[in-house]
Protein backbone atom coordinates (compact mmCIF):
# COMPACT_ATOMS: atom_id res chain seq x y z
CA UNK A 1 0.00 0.00 0.00
CA UNK A 2 1.64 3.85 -1.35
CA UNK A 3 2.45 6.15 1.83
CA UNK A 4 0.44 8.86 1.14
CA UNK A 5 0.21 11.04 4.74
CA UNK A 6 3.49 12.67 5.48
CA UNK A 7 1.68 13.83 8.79
CA UNK A 8 2.14 10.24 10.02
CA UNK A 9 5.34 9.61 9.05
CA UNK A 10 6.22 13.14 10.78
CA UNK A 11 3.95 11.59 14.03
CA UNK A 12 6.28 8.54 13.78
CA UNK A 13 9.16 10.33 13.68
CA UNK A 14 8.47 12.33 16.35
CA UNK A 15 7.16 9.80 18.36
CA UNK A 16 10.58 7.79 18.63
CA UNK A 17 12.48 10.62 19.06
CA UNK A 18 10.44 11.77 21.69
CA UNK A 19 10.63 7.87 23.20
CA UNK A 20 7.02 9.10 24.22
CA UNK A 21 3.44 9.89 22.53
CA UNK A 22 2.75 12.23 25.32
CA UNK A 23 5.31 14.47 25.13
CA UNK A 24 5.40 13.75 20.80
CA UNK A 25 1.74 14.78 21.20
CA UNK A 26 2.72 17.80 23.28
CA UNK A 27 5.33 19.27 20.66
CA UNK A 28 3.52 18.68 17.56
CA UNK A 29 -0.29 20.10 19.16
CA UNK A 30 -2.22 17.45 18.30
CA UNK A 31 -4.07 14.95 21.16
CA UNK A 32 -2.37 11.76 22.31
CA UNK A 33 -4.79 9.49 20.40
CA UNK A 34 -4.52 11.59 17.28
CA UNK A 35 -0.52 10.66 17.56
CA UNK A 36 -1.33 6.82 18.00
CA UNK A 37 -4.14 6.98 15.21
CA UNK A 38 -1.12 7.98 12.62
CA UNK A 39 1.44 5.41 13.96
CA UNK A 40 -1.10 2.59 14.06
CA UNK A 41 -1.96 3.96 10.12
CA UNK A 42 1.47 3.64 9.38
CA UNK A 43 2.20 0.30 10.75
CA UNK A 44 -0.94 -0.79 9.54
CA UNK A 45 0.12 -0.19 5.98
CA UNK A 46 3.94 -1.21 6.21
CA UNK A 47 1.62 -4.73 7.80
CA UNK A 48 4.49 -4.27 10.47
CA UNK A 49 5.00 -3.21 14.05
CA UNK A 50 7.44 -0.37 14.24
CA UNK A 51 7.40 0.76 18.22
CA UNK A 52 7.45 -0.89 20.62
CA UNK A 53 5.13 0.27 23.63
CA UNK A 54 5.19 -0.28 26.96
CA UNK A 55 3.25 1.52 29.90
CA UNK A 56 6.67 3.31 30.73
CA UNK A 57 8.45 4.04 27.63
CA UNK A 58 8.45 3.77 23.56
CA UNK A 59 10.95 2.04 21.33
CA UNK A 60 11.52 1.19 17.96
CA UNK A 61 11.25 -2.18 16.79
CA UNK A 62 14.08 -3.82 14.20
CA UNK A 63 11.39 -2.85 11.32
CA UNK A 64 10.61 0.66 12.95
CA UNK A 65 14.56 1.55 13.39
CA UNK A 66 15.29 0.70 9.47
CA UNK A 67 12.09 2.48 8.74
CA UNK A 68 12.85 5.47 10.65
CA UNK A 69 15.92 6.24 8.67
CA UNK A 70 14.05 6.28 5.52
CA UNK A 71 11.31 8.09 7.39
CA UNK A 72 13.97 10.73 8.20
CA UNK A 73 15.00 11.20 4.82
CA UNK A 74 11.78 11.75 3.64
CA UNK A 75 10.92 14.12 5.32
CA UNK A 76 14.11 15.98 5.21
CA UNK A 77 13.60 16.32 1.48
CA UNK A 78 9.99 17.15 1.71
CA UNK A 79 11.25 19.97 4.00
CA UNK A 80 14.27 21.49 1.69
CA UNK A 81 11.48 20.92 -0.82
CA UNK A 82 9.52 23.48 0.87
CA UNK A 83 12.16 25.69 1.88
CA UNK A 84 13.10 26.00 -1.68
CA UNK A 85 9.83 26.59 -3.09
CA UNK A 86 9.44 29.55 -0.27
CA UNK A 87 12.80 31.03 -1.31
CA UNK A 88 12.02 30.91 -4.62
CA UNK A 89 8.45 32.86 -3.76
CA UNK A 90 10.21 35.32 -1.59
CA UNK A 91 12.88 36.48 -4.35
CA UNK A 92 12.00 38.02 -7.32
CA UNK A 93 12.77 37.25 -10.71
CA UNK A 94 10.60 37.16 -14.33
CA UNK A 95 9.40 40.16 -16.24
CA UNK A 96 7.94 43.38 -14.51
CA UNK A 97 5.77 44.92 -16.84
CA UNK A 98 5.57 49.10 -15.89
CA UNK A 99 3.08 51.54 -17.41
CA UNK A 100 4.40 55.15 -16.04
CA UNK A 101 3.73 58.57 -16.96
CA UNK A 102 6.03 60.32 -19.38
CA UNK A 103 7.69 62.67 -17.12
CA UNK A 104 7.01 61.01 -13.52
CA UNK A 105 7.93 57.54 -14.74
CA UNK A 106 11.52 59.18 -16.06
CA UNK A 107 12.59 61.44 -13.53
CA UNK A 108 11.79 59.55 -10.92
CA UNK A 109 10.29 56.16 -11.34
CA UNK A 110 13.49 55.16 -13.97
CA UNK A 111 16.08 55.48 -10.95
CA UNK A 112 14.18 53.46 -8.44
CA UNK A 113 13.66 50.55 -11.20
CA UNK A 114 17.34 51.26 -12.29
CA UNK A 115 18.72 49.98 -8.32
CA UNK A 116 15.71 47.56 -8.63
CA UNK A 117 16.70 46.08 -11.38
CA UNK A 118 20.98 45.69 -10.32
CA UNK A 119 19.66 44.34 -7.00
CA UNK A 120 17.66 41.16 -8.07
CA UNK A 121 19.65 40.85 -11.21
CA UNK A 122 16.65 37.61 -12.23
CA UNK A 123 13.96 40.11 -12.79
CA UNK A 124 13.99 42.14 -16.46
CA UNK A 125 11.43 44.65 -16.81
CA UNK A 126 9.25 46.19 -19.51
CA UNK A 127 8.72 49.87 -19.53
CA UNK A 128 5.73 51.75 -21.41
CA UNK A 129 4.98 55.74 -20.82
CA UNK A 130 1.63 56.87 -21.18
CA UNK A 131 -0.35 59.33 -19.75
CA UNK A 132 -3.30 57.80 -20.49
CA UNK A 133 -4.75 54.77 -18.39
CA UNK A 134 -4.16 51.81 -20.71
CA UNK A 135 -6.19 48.58 -19.03
CA UNK A 136 -3.93 46.63 -17.11
CA UNK A 137 -5.81 43.56 -16.83
CA UNK A 138 -5.99 43.37 -20.70
CA UNK A 139 -2.67 44.42 -21.54
CA UNK A 140 -1.07 42.19 -19.02
CA UNK A 141 0.50 44.95 -16.91
CA UNK A 142 2.01 44.24 -13.06
CA UNK A 143 1.95 47.89 -12.10
CA UNK A 144 1.09 51.25 -13.24
CA UNK A 145 2.01 54.34 -11.57
CA UNK A 146 -0.96 57.14 -11.69
CA UNK A 147 -2.02 60.55 -10.93
CA UNK A 148 -4.92 59.84 -9.36
CA UNK A 149 -5.23 56.07 -9.49
CA UNK A 150 -8.07 54.65 -10.82
CA UNK A 151 -12.06 53.87 -10.22
CA UNK A 152 -11.27 50.11 -11.67
CA UNK A 153 -12.60 47.57 -9.45
CA UNK A 154 -10.64 44.88 -10.65
CA UNK A 155 -7.35 47.40 -9.55
CA UNK A 156 -6.09 47.66 -6.37
CA UNK A 157 -4.64 51.58 -5.56
CA UNK A 158 -2.36 52.38 -3.50
CA UNK A 159 -1.17 55.92 -2.64
CA UNK A 160 2.37 56.74 -2.80
CA UNK A 161 3.19 60.15 -2.49
CA UNK A 162 0.67 63.91 -2.51
CA UNK A 163 0.64 66.02 -5.83
CA UNK A 164 -0.04 69.02 -6.37
CA UNK A 165 0.18 72.16 -9.60
CA UNK A 166 2.32 74.74 -9.23
CA UNK A 167 2.20 77.93 -11.24
CA UNK A 168 5.80 79.83 -11.85
CA UNK A 169 7.94 81.40 -14.14
CA UNK A 170 11.57 82.22 -14.66
CA UNK A 171 12.91 84.87 -12.45
CA UNK A 172 13.74 87.35 -15.28
CA UNK A 173 10.17 86.90 -16.78
CA UNK A 174 8.66 88.06 -13.25
CA UNK A 175 11.33 90.83 -13.17
CA UNK A 176 10.20 92.31 -16.72
CA UNK A 177 6.07 91.90 -16.32
CA UNK A 178 5.53 91.50 -12.69
CA UNK A 179 4.04 89.16 -10.44
CA UNK A 180 0.62 88.10 -10.74
CA UNK A 181 -1.16 88.70 -7.33
CA UNK A 182 -4.59 86.81 -8.23
CA UNK A 183 -5.25 83.94 -10.99
CA UNK A 184 -7.83 86.78 -12.98
CA UNK A 185 -4.12 88.73 -13.01
CA UNK A 186 -2.65 85.84 -15.44
CA UNK A 187 -4.77 87.80 -18.34
CA UNK A 188 -2.30 89.92 -18.26
CA UNK A 189 0.59 87.77 -18.95
CA UNK A 190 2.34 85.49 -21.41
CA UNK A 191 0.90 81.98 -20.60
CA UNK A 192 2.53 78.40 -21.43
CA UNK A 193 -0.17 76.12 -22.41
CA UNK A 194 -0.44 72.26 -22.42
CA UNK A 195 -2.40 70.57 -24.74
CA UNK A 196 -3.80 67.39 -23.85
CA UNK A 197 -5.73 65.78 -26.63
CA UNK A 198 -6.21 68.82 -28.93
CA UNK A 199 -7.92 71.40 -25.70
CA UNK A 200 -5.75 73.23 -23.32
CA UNK A 201 -5.94 72.42 -19.87
CA UNK A 202 -7.29 74.88 -17.86
CA UNK A 203 -5.53 76.37 -14.85
CA UNK A 204 -6.96 75.37 -11.36
CA UNK A 205 -6.83 77.15 -8.02
CA UNK A 206 -8.56 77.03 -4.51
CA UNK A 207 -10.59 80.61 -4.23
CA UNK A 208 -12.23 81.60 -0.68
CA UNK A 209 -12.04 77.56 -0.56
CA UNK A 210 -13.74 76.72 -4.19
CA UNK A 211 -12.24 74.90 -6.95
CA UNK A 212 -11.79 77.48 -9.47
CA UNK A 213 -10.64 77.34 -12.86
CA UNK A 214 -8.59 80.49 -14.48
CA UNK A 215 -8.90 80.41 -18.41
CA UNK A 216 -5.67 80.98 -20.02
CA UNK A 217 -4.59 82.27 -23.31
CA UNK A 218 -0.84 81.06 -24.27
CA UNK A 219 0.57 82.11 -27.21
CA UNK A 220 2.33 78.65 -26.75
CA UNK A 221 1.02 75.72 -26.28
CA UNK A 222 2.96 72.67 -25.45
CA UNK A 223 1.23 68.67 -25.44
CA UNK A 224 5.14 67.44 -23.74
CA UNK A 225 4.98 68.99 -20.57
CA UNK A 226 9.02 68.83 -19.97
CA UNK A 227 9.07 71.07 -23.54
CA UNK A 228 6.70 73.53 -21.67
CA UNK A 229 8.59 73.69 -18.44
CA UNK A 230 12.40 74.41 -20.63
CA UNK A 231 9.92 77.07 -21.88
CA UNK A 232 9.80 78.40 -18.83
CA UNK A 233 12.98 78.33 -17.61
CA UNK A 234 14.01 80.42 -20.74
CA UNK A 235 11.52 82.67 -19.54
CA UNK A 236 8.95 82.35 -22.27
CA UNK A 237 6.39 82.99 -19.83
CA UNK A 238 4.17 81.49 -16.60
CA UNK A 239 3.30 77.83 -16.49
CA UNK A 240 1.50 75.55 -14.49
CA UNK A 241 3.01 71.77 -13.96
CA UNK A 242 2.98 69.05 -11.46
CA UNK A 243 5.01 70.03 -8.80
CA UNK A 244 7.36 66.62 -9.51
CA UNK A 245 8.23 68.51 -12.93
CA UNK A 246 9.89 71.36 -11.89
CA UNK A 247 10.86 70.37 -7.80
CA UNK A 248 14.55 70.50 -9.29
CA UNK A 249 14.59 74.12 -10.73
CA UNK A 250 12.73 75.19 -8.50
CA UNK A 251 15.44 74.32 -5.54
CA UNK A 252 18.25 75.80 -7.92
CA UNK A 253 16.52 79.47 -8.50
CA UNK A 254 15.62 78.61 -12.29
CA UNK A 255 11.71 78.77 -11.88
CA UNK A 256 9.80 80.70 -8.95
CA UNK A 257 6.70 79.98 -7.25
CA UNK A 258 3.70 82.47 -7.46
CA UNK A 259 0.14 82.25 -6.10
CA UNK A 260 1.13 79.66 -3.50
CA UNK A 261 -1.79 80.97 -1.66
CA UNK A 262 -4.56 79.60 -3.96
CA UNK A 263 -2.73 76.18 -4.77
CA UNK A 264 -4.55 73.35 -4.27
CA UNK A 265 -3.79 69.63 -3.17
CA UNK A 266 -4.16 67.20 -6.27
CA UNK A 267 -5.21 63.55 -6.81
CA UNK A 268 -2.44 61.84 -5.30
CA UNK A 269 0.39 59.23 -6.74
CA UNK A 270 -1.01 56.14 -6.72
CA UNK A 271 0.71 52.66 -7.42
CA UNK A 272 -2.42 51.03 -9.49
CA UNK A 273 -2.20 46.85 -9.85
CA UNK A 274 -4.74 43.86 -10.96
CA UNK A 275 -6.15 42.61 -7.49
CA UNK A 276 -4.73 39.57 -6.68
CA UNK A 277 -4.43 37.67 -3.27
CA UNK A 278 -1.18 37.07 -3.38
CA UNK A 279 1.33 39.75 -4.78
CA UNK A 280 4.36 38.04 -6.66
CA UNK A 281 7.97 39.06 -4.83
CA UNK A 282 9.30 41.23 -8.04
CA UNK A 283 5.86 43.73 -7.70
CA UNK A 284 5.89 43.69 -3.60
CA UNK A 285 9.69 44.39 -3.63
CA UNK A 286 9.25 47.35 -6.07
CA UNK A 287 6.58 49.11 -4.99
CA UNK A 288 8.43 48.72 -0.94
CA UNK A 289 11.44 50.26 -2.89
CA UNK A 290 9.65 53.22 -3.89
CA UNK A 291 7.76 53.44 -0.71
CA UNK A 292 10.87 53.76 0.83
CA UNK A 293 12.57 55.90 -1.35
CA UNK A 294 9.81 58.50 -1.20
CA UNK A 295 8.14 57.74 2.46
CA UNK A 296 5.04 58.97 1.54
CA UNK A 297 5.76 62.79 0.74
CA UNK A 298 6.71 64.54 -2.29
CA UNK A 299 10.56 64.44 -2.38
CA UNK A 300 10.80 66.49 -5.28
CA UNK A 301 9.94 69.53 -3.08
CA UNK A 302 12.18 68.73 -0.22
CA UNK A 303 15.35 68.66 -2.63
Not at 80 to 97: D, K, V
Not at 228 to 257: M, N
Request: charged share 25%; glycine share 6%.
Amino acid sequence: MPLDNLTDLLVFIRVADACSFTLAAERLGISRSAAGKCVNRLEERLATRLLQRTTRSVSLTEDGAVFYEYAQRILSQAEEAETALNTRRQTPRGRLRLDLPVSLGRLHILPILREFLAQWPEVDADVSFSDEYSDLVRDGIDVAVRVGGSDDSRLVRRVLAPHRLITCAAPDYLARHGTPAKPEALGEHETLVFSHQGLPAPWRYLVNGQLHEQPVRGRMRFNNVEALRDAAVAGAGLCQVGAFLVGEQIAAGTLVPVLERYCRPGPPICAVYPSRRHLSPKVKLFLAAIERRWQGRAIWETA
